[in-house]
């Protein structure tokens, strides 16, 4: 059974951090992009960022550049999300997700209807 667990969601307050993380386990994800998406009540599922095998990195330059860091442990199957200067506006289920690639060194490009694994959510509240 392939599973995606998340953990690290919380509280934070404004200007803060979290740092999540994305345990993956059930099979092999080096043709798997791994990464992050989050939906807030009544909105979309938004891509926040994603990391190949080789450690390549995307980040949605709207929401995330400059503030939220991608890493990628392999021989773990993890994947981390570091979360600092938090904004009301982060507040969020993040859901990790595995897209496959074509080659470990592809572009790890993601959406929400190509990927074939999903984590379950992990709440994050960005509030005073």
């Known amino acids: 059974q392939v599973q995606l667990v998340e953990s690290g969601g919380g509280l934070a307050q404004p200007g803060g951090s979290l740092s999540l993380s994305c345990a993956g386990s059930g099979r092999k994800f080096n043709l798997f992009a791994m990464g992050w998406f989050r939906q807030a009540p009544g909105k979309e599922r938004e891509f926040v960022a994603a990391?190949?095998?080789?450690?390549?990195?995307?980040y949605n330059e709207d929401t995330a550049m400059g503030r939220f860091y991608i890493s990628r442990d392999n021989a773990e199957n993890t994947v981390r999300l570091r979360m600092d200067r938090l904004r009301p506006e982060d507040t969020a289920v993040y859901y990790c997700?595995?897209?496959?690639?074509?080659?470990?060194?592809?572009?790890?490009?993601?959406?929400?209807?190509?990927?074939?694994?999903w984590g379950r959510g992990t709440q994050v509240t960005v509030s005073s």
């Open positions: 990391i190949n095998w080789e450690g390549d990195m995307l």
């Open positions: 997700a595995a897209g496959s690639l074509s080659s470990p060194m592809d572009r790890p490009i993601m959406d929400p209807q190509r990927a074939e694994y």
